[in-house]
Each structure stands twice: as C-alpha cells, then as structure tokens.
C-alpha cells in the first residue's frame, strides 16, 4: 500500500503512547485518522491536538473489551468516511508484575489483560476485515504485540500469553489474505522496550475485574522492583514516533514482521528460536 494520502486510518487505544504517535504520523501523511480509546479526557485532547495541526479527525470512545464497542466503531467509521484502509488494533494492558507464580494470578487478571489484548485484536479484525475486503481497495491491519510474543519469561505471564496468541492471529490473518489474494495484507508489531505509560494502564482496568494486588499499593516489595526494574527499561526505550515511523515503512514495504528491539531482547528472541530449531528444552535466561 504505497498511497497513503486522503486514505482512512483507525487506530485503538489511539490517545497515548504508540497509538497516538501511528495516528499523529497517519494524520502528517495526509490520512483521515479515527481515534478510539476508553479514556474520554485524553481521547478528547488527543482529537483537539490532530484537528489544530489541520487534520481530519474522527474520535470515538471505546472499550475494546466489549465487541459491541469495537463494532460501534466500525459503523462510526464507515458511515463517517465509507471506507477504512488502515486499521491499527493497537490497544494495550500489562496486568499484574507477576513476582508469585503464574498459576496464582487470579482470573480477573487474566480475563482483563487477554480481554483487551487479545480479543480487542481479535473484535478489530472480525468487524473491519470484511467490510475492508467488501470495499475492494488496498488496505492494511497492523496488530500490536510485543517482543513479549516471541519469547518467555519468568513475569507478566498473561501479558506474554496474551501477545503470543497476537502474533499466532496476525500470521493466520496473512496468510488467509495472501491465500485469497485480497488487496489487503496485515503486518504484526512487536516491539522491545517502548517509552510509554503502559505501567500505568490498571487506571483503566474494569471494577467488576479488580483482583488481589491488582492496585500498585498492594503491590509486594518484590513486584515493586520489578515494576521500578521494568520502568526504567520503558524509559530508556524507544521513543513511539520513532515506532511509528517502522509501521507506516512496514505498510508501505508489506513487511509483516516489526520488530524494534534491543540487543538483549534481539537476543532472548534469537535464543528461543533456536531452542526450537534445535528440539532442546528452553533454555533459561541468565538473571537479568
């Protein structure tokens, strides 16, 4: 997809973050950019910064949790513009730190982190794709994930679960797009570190899906420096524009795989996959 110019753009959790930087880089490649996000305030503030630059700007709250919110926002989208060629699902939560054991984490959490990681990708691709195939013009879907879907490790275990089941659905999408030879391809972002407030995302998180040290007040000393730990990784990372600037490059390339990761992170991945070229047992990361 080469032309990006007067094209429409959907980006969720467009109010923050790597969201905002992809629906700020559509908007300066001249697209019409619709914004969704759960947070009303920073929604709003995200539209009236997009619309003084001069853009077209479509802003709709929306919990990707819930399918009748994402398929409001497909409505909201098509009706607005009669067509959707970028569709960024994007929306994300960590969860939990995870210093016990994964098989403790309570199901609120597991339920919170795969509702909106997974099945907001999940709701995205099954209320725009076949509408977007339906239109017949180029178009591309770009699914969120992270490094943390392409390798394991002893923390956040919903957070990676949720990722890897990101990166197996955006694979199968591809390859169902290539097999049917549609206009439309699909690309799968999964960067490392990133510096944005994703730490801070239990802000958002349901009542009804409140757990156990789900707040960080009832955070343990070890979860903690862990969260401390990861904070300072995010800081240090990429900047969202600089992310931003690789998925509207994966777009215009029909590059699947975005991968924007450290070394050491380049590393872990490579060694996993490895491990499975190779048939041994995983191997165990040195302590970090």
């Known amino acids: 997809m080469d032309e990006l110019t007067g094209k429409v753009a959907v980006v969720t959790g467009a109010a923050s973050g790597i969201g905002l930087a992809l629906a700020t880089r559509f908007a300066a490649e001249g697209m019409k950019v619709v914004l969704a996000d759960v947070e009303p305030a920073p929604l709003t503030a995200a539209e ?14 929306t919990d990707v949790m819930k399918e009748d919110d994402v398929k409001r926002l497909a409505d909201a989208a098509f009706d607005t ?16 730190m995870g210093a016990g054991e994964f098989w403790d984490i309570a199901a609120q959490d597991w339920n919170w982190v795969l509702g909106v990681n997974f099945f907001g990708v999940l709701y995205g691709i099954r209320h725009f794709v076949p509408r977007m195939l339906a239109a017949g013009e180029p ?22 679960v949720s990722k890897h089941g990101v990166v197996a659905l955006s694979e199968l999408l591809y ?29 958002n998180r349901p009542e009804a899906l409140q757990a156990p040290g789900a707040s960080q007040g009832a955070m343990t000393p070890q979860q903690q420096a862990m969260r401390d730990a990861i904070s300072g990784f995010l800081k240090s990372g990429y900047q969202p524009d600089e992310i931003a600037a690789r998925v509207v490059d994966a777009i215009r390339g029909d590059r699947f795989y975005i991968v924007p990761v450290q070394p050491d992170v380049e590393a872990a991945v490579a060694l996993r996959l490895e491990d499975i070229r190779l048939r041994r047992n995983p191997t165990l990361a040195p302590p970090g």
């Open 139 to 160: 178009g591309h879907i770009v699914n969120t994930a992270s490094a943390a879907g392409l390798t394991t490790g002893l923390a956040a275990a919903a957070y990676m």
């Open 175 to 203: 390859k169902n797009l290539k097999t049917r030879a549609a206009r439309l391809s699909a690309s799968v972002l999964c960067p490392g570190w990133v510096n944005t407030n994703i730490l801070d995302s239990a802000r």
């Open 81 to 96: 513009w009669g067509r959707v060629h970028v569709l960024c699902n994007n929306a994300g939560v960590t969860g939990s």
């Open 48 to 61: 009236s910064a997009l619309r003084a630059k001069g853009a077209a700007v479509l802003a709709v709250r």
